[in-house]
């Protein structure tokens, strides 16, 4: 699945490059919204990880391989969700950068770095 690793890694680079470059104001308006996604990921982010353990299905081995099948699946949701929030991140980090904020860039790119470490 294409969640926009690519891109976000080839905006960041045309901005350290120089080449893509924005206005202040309209950079941290792109990134506001970045932002506002990988935030909304949160709450979900947290639900996956909870389902990640499930009770209830029962002792036959078929109830045992339903439940690992579903928790499987939290974990691939969990490690996308977890990957979409850190592209949102990387995104704004890069309309930051092309506008010249490197203290935004440098605190938007270190919350990336904590949302990956945390969704390991």
């Known amino acids: 699945?294409?969640?926009?690793?690519?891109a976000a890694a080839e905006l960041?680079?045309?901005a350290c490059g120089g080449t893509f470059q924005l206005d202040p104001a309209v950079a941290r308006e792109c990134a506001a919204h970045f932002l506002r996604f990988a935030d909304s990921l949160d709450p979900h982010l947290g639900q996956s990880h909870r389902i990640q353990t499930l009770t209830g299905f029962g002792a036959l081995d078929s109830s045992r391989q339903l439940s690992r099948g579903f928790e499987s699946k939290a974990v691939?949701?969990?490690a996308t969700l977890t990957t979409l929030q850190s592209n949102a991140l990387a995104m704004a980090a890069a309309y930051l950068l092309s506008a010249g904020l490197i203290q935004q860039t440098d605190e938007t790119r270190s919350r990336a770095l904590l949302s990956a470490r945390a969704g390991l």
């Open 1 to 6: 699945m294409n969640v926009g690793e690519t």
């Open 76 to 78: 691939a949701l969990t």
């Open 12 to 14: 960041y680079q045309s």
